[in-house]
Nanobody
Framework: QVQFVESGGGSAQPGGSLRLSCAAS????????MAWYRQAPGKERELVAT????????NYADSAKGRFTNSRDNYKNTVSLQMNNLKPDPTAVYYC???????????WGQGTHVTVSS
């Protein structure tokens, strides 16, 4: 059974930082490209960051470039998203997933909520 358990969300002030984590299980983690997605209320889920199987390449949405850092631990089957210099943002939910042929393939986890406001 594939499972994603996201954590680390919360409230932060603009300019602050949060570190999200995701524990994955039930599939071949080390053979999977992993990704973080973000969904704002009333909007579609959007891709934020990806990391290749061996962590040799990381890609980011334009909104995340220079501020977010995506990483993985293939021993612990976890991915992390370090978010710095946060911009004001109403509550959004961040999810992790594994990509198959470039798209999220497995059922979503519960996500972790992030609110950035002063």
């Amino acid at each position: 059974q594939v499972q994603f358990v996201e954590s680390g969300g919360g409230s932060a002030q603009p300019g602050g930082s949060l570190r999200l984590s995701c524990a994955a299980s039930g599939f071949s983690f080390s053979r999977s490209v992993m990704a973080w997605y973000r969904q704002a209320p009333g909007k579609e889920r959007e891709l934020v960051a990806t990391v290749t199987k061996t962590d040799d390449k990381r890609n980011y949405a334009d909104s995340a470039k220079g501020r977010f850092t995506n990483s993985r631990d293939n021993y612990k089957n976890t991915v992390s998203l370090q978010m710095n210099n946060l911009k004001p943002d109403p509550t959004a939910v961040y999810y992790c997933s594994a990509l198959v042929l470039g798209s999220a393939f497995y059922p979503w986890g519960q996500g972790t909520h992030v609110t950035v406001s002063s």
